[in-house]
Structures are given as C-alpha cells and as structure tokens.
C-alpha cells in the first residue's frame, strides 16, 4: 500500500520535512516513490510547496495520505476524498 507521508530532513532542532508517496513498510526516513512537496513548520506561517498534479496523481493510483498531510492538502485546497 502507498502511503503520502513526511519525511523528516533538516538540521537538529530546526525540522524540514518532504512530503513523499511511499511503500507503508518502509522506514520514515527510508526508500520513497517520489517527492511531492515540501513542508516547513519553522517559518511563521508554516510554508508549505505541493506539486498538485503528482500529488492527485498519487491519490488516483490509490495512495492514502496520514492524518498529517490530510491537513496540509486540506489547507491547500487539494481534496483528499472522492
């Protein structure tokens, strides 16, 4: 099963994370698919880059995103459901 999930990059203390589709068995900061966006929580407002067209291609395919990254597509207007 694909999952769309963070991966965390960045230095000790200052979190980055990429926004990845993923096989669900692999480590967080394992083998991934491809990379969708990223996601930095540091900055004030949180800044976030999507590539909506991968992004819906992966939840075409089936990909389900985590509760997580269910938000960040909901606050950039990208429908999680059908």
Known sequence: MVKIR???FG??????Y???AADSRSPRDGKFLEIL???NPCT?????TLDAEKVNKW???GA????TVKHILD??????TK
Not at 44 to 48: D, L, Q, S, Y
Not at 64 to 67: G, I, L, R, V
């Open 6 to 8: 963070l991966q965390r």
């Open 11 to 16: 230095a000790h203390k200052a979190p980055r």
């Open 18 to 20: 990429r926004i990845v």
């Open 37 to 39: 966006g990223t996601y």
């Open 44 to 48: 004030e407002p949180a800044t976030v």
């Open 59 to 61: 939840l075409a395919c």
């Open 64 to 67: 389900q995103p985590t509760e």
């Open 75 to 80: 606050i950039n207007n990208i429908k999680t």
